[in-house]
Nanobody, 117 residues
Framework: QVQLLESGGGLVQPGGSLRLSCEFS????????MGWYRQAPGNQRDMVAT???????NYADAVQGRFTISRDNAKNTVDLQMNSLKPEDTAVYYC???????????WGQGTQVTVSS
Protein backbone atom coordinates (compact mmCIF):
# COMPACT_ATOMS: atom_id res chain seq x y z
CA GLN A 1 0.00 0.00 0.00
CA VAL A 2 1.27 3.46 -0.93
CA GLN A 3 0.74 6.57 1.13
CA LEU A 4 1.54 10.10 0.01
CA LEU A 5 2.06 13.03 2.34
CA GLU A 6 2.26 16.57 0.98
CA SER A 7 3.77 19.54 2.75
CA GLY A 8 4.84 23.09 1.99
CA GLY A 9 1.60 24.84 1.13
CA GLY A 10 0.62 28.21 2.52
CA LEU A 11 -0.14 31.83 1.79
CA VAL A 12 2.16 33.78 -0.50
CA GLN A 13 1.99 37.13 -2.26
CA PRO A 14 1.79 37.37 -6.04
CA GLY A 15 5.24 37.00 -7.54
CA GLY A 16 6.44 34.92 -4.62
CA SER A 17 7.64 31.33 -4.41
CA LEU A 18 6.69 28.14 -2.63
CA ARG A 19 8.12 24.65 -2.63
CA LEU A 20 5.81 21.68 -2.19
CA SER A 21 7.13 18.30 -1.15
CA CYS A 22 5.53 14.86 -1.32
CA GLU A 23 6.81 11.95 0.72
CA PHE A 24 6.08 8.49 -0.75
CA SER A 25 5.65 5.61 1.72
CA UNK A 26 5.66 2.17 0.16
CA UNK A 27 7.68 0.03 -2.18
CA UNK A 28 9.19 0.65 -5.58
CA UNK A 29 8.98 4.45 -5.69
CA UNK A 30 11.43 4.38 -8.59
CA UNK A 31 8.89 2.75 -10.94
CA UNK A 32 6.05 5.18 -10.26
CA UNK A 33 5.10 8.11 -12.44
CA MET A 34 4.73 10.99 -9.99
CA GLY A 35 2.71 14.12 -10.45
CA TRP A 36 1.22 17.23 -8.96
CA TYR A 37 -2.38 18.18 -9.65
CA ARG A 38 -4.48 21.05 -8.41
CA GLN A 39 -8.12 21.80 -7.84
CA ALA A 40 -9.65 25.21 -7.27
CA PRO A 41 -13.18 25.57 -5.81
CA GLY A 42 -15.78 24.70 -8.42
CA ASN A 43 -13.19 23.37 -10.86
CA GLN A 44 -12.02 19.94 -11.85
CA ARG A 45 -8.69 18.55 -10.75
CA ASP A 46 -6.07 19.41 -13.36
CA MET A 47 -2.57 18.19 -14.04
CA VAL A 48 0.15 20.66 -13.07
CA ALA A 49 3.32 18.64 -13.67
CA THR A 50 4.41 15.02 -13.96
CA UNK A 51 7.74 13.25 -13.83
CA UNK A 52 8.50 9.79 -15.15
CA UNK A 53 10.69 7.23 -13.37
CA UNK A 54 13.60 8.18 -15.61
CA UNK A 55 13.06 11.89 -14.98
CA UNK A 56 11.16 13.02 -18.07
CA UNK A 57 8.91 15.93 -17.14
CA ASN A 58 5.67 17.37 -18.45
CA TYR A 59 4.00 20.65 -17.49
CA ALA A 60 0.65 22.29 -17.96
CA ASP A 61 0.87 25.31 -20.26
CA ALA A 62 -0.25 27.58 -17.43
CA VAL A 63 2.82 26.79 -15.30
CA GLN A 64 5.47 26.14 -17.96
CA GLY A 65 8.58 28.15 -17.17
CA ARG A 66 7.46 29.00 -13.63
CA PHE A 67 7.16 25.59 -11.93
CA THR A 68 9.73 22.82 -11.72
CA ILE A 69 9.03 19.23 -10.69
CA SER A 70 11.82 17.00 -9.41
CA ARG A 71 12.19 13.63 -7.74
CA ASP A 72 14.72 12.01 -5.48
CA ASN A 73 14.59 8.24 -5.88
CA ALA A 74 16.90 7.76 -2.90
CA LYS A 75 14.63 9.71 -0.55
CA ASN A 76 11.29 8.70 -2.11
CA THR A 77 10.23 12.30 -2.54
CA VAL A 78 8.88 14.49 -5.32
CA ASP A 79 8.98 18.26 -5.09
CA LEU A 80 7.31 21.11 -6.93
CA GLN A 81 9.16 24.41 -6.97
CA MET A 82 6.71 27.20 -7.77
CA ASN A 83 8.02 30.62 -8.75
CA SER A 84 6.34 33.80 -9.97
CA LEU A 85 3.10 32.70 -8.38
CA LYS A 86 -0.15 34.24 -9.55
CA PRO A 87 -3.56 34.49 -7.86
CA GLU A 88 -4.88 31.98 -10.38
CA ASP A 89 -2.45 29.40 -8.96
CA THR A 90 -4.57 29.34 -5.81
CA ALA A 91 -5.83 25.79 -5.30
CA VAL A 92 -5.47 22.62 -3.30
CA TYR A 93 -2.43 20.80 -4.66
CA TYR A 94 -2.41 17.01 -4.68
CA CYS A 95 0.46 14.59 -5.07
CA UNK A 96 -0.18 11.58 -7.31
CA UNK A 97 1.59 8.27 -7.80
CA UNK A 98 0.79 6.06 -10.79
CA UNK A 99 2.07 2.58 -11.51
CA UNK A 100 1.40 2.17 -15.21
CA UNK A 101 2.03 -1.56 -15.08
CA UNK A 102 -0.48 -2.43 -12.35
CA UNK A 103 -2.58 0.71 -12.94
CA UNK A 104 -2.49 1.40 -9.20
CA UNK A 105 -3.13 5.09 -8.67
CA UNK A 106 -2.70 6.93 -5.37
CA TRP A 107 -3.46 10.43 -4.10
CA GLY A 108 -2.27 12.48 -1.17
CA GLN A 109 -4.64 14.45 1.04
CA GLY A 110 -3.76 17.76 -0.58
CA THR A 111 -2.15 20.98 0.58
CA GLN A 112 -3.63 24.45 0.20
CA VAL A 113 -1.76 27.09 -1.78
CA THR A 114 -3.16 30.61 -1.64
CA VAL A 115 -1.68 33.44 -3.68
CA SER A 116 -3.02 36.75 -2.50
CA SER A 117 -1.88 40.20 -1.51
Amino acid sequence: QVQLLESGGGLVQPGGSLRLSCEFSGNHFNIYYMGWYRQAPGNQRDMVATIAPIGTTNYADAVQGRFTISRDNAKNTVDLQMNSLKPEDTAVYYCNALNRGSRNNYWGQGTQVTVSS
